[in-house]
């Protein structure tokens, strides 16, 4: 069983031996993470940074904002997507359609920064 855990590069380890050098402690034995911040984030981020290369390959990029436990997925449109007349196809046929496909958790794909034709939701949610 492990002493404890360490929030280390975003992820959460356990350890099971500490050892002290003059006032340092070192942490031994290191198991794989114990506790998942997110996992329906993290499926997010890698479908995310597969659609990225279309949006990118255009001059513009997707931001991931918030997964929320409702499903709502926020993203910030960037670049040449944030004022695109096709921005709202993009998110809703291709984004929104690509997560929901892949991740059975997502329900909506919404813009927090505005998007042509989209409702506006306040800046920073």
Do not use: Y
């Not at 404890?4 to 006032?23: I, M, T």
């Not at 997507?81 to 809703?92: F, I, S, V």
């Not at 046929?93 to 329900?107: A, D, F, H, Q, S």
């Amino acid at each position: 069983m492990p002493l404890g855990s360490v929030l280390w590069g975003g992820r959460r380890l356990a350890f099971d031996e500490v050892k002290s050098n003059q006032g340092v402690a070192f942490l031994r034995k290191m198991t794989t993470p114990v506790v998942e911040e997110h996992p329906v984030k993290e499926k997010v981020e890698e479908a995310l940074n597969e659609i990225r290369p279309m949006l990118q390959a255009d001059g513009g990029d997707i931001e991931l904002v918030e997964v929320k436990d409702n499903g709502e997925v926020h993203v910030r449109l960037q670049g040449a997507c944030a004022g695109c007349p096709g921005a709202m196809m993009t998110l809703k046929m291709g984004v929104e359609r690509v997560l929901k496909e892949r991740i059975p958790e997502v329900t909506a794909v919404i813009p927090v920064d505005g998007v042509p034709g989209m409702p506006n939701m306040p800046p920073g949610v």
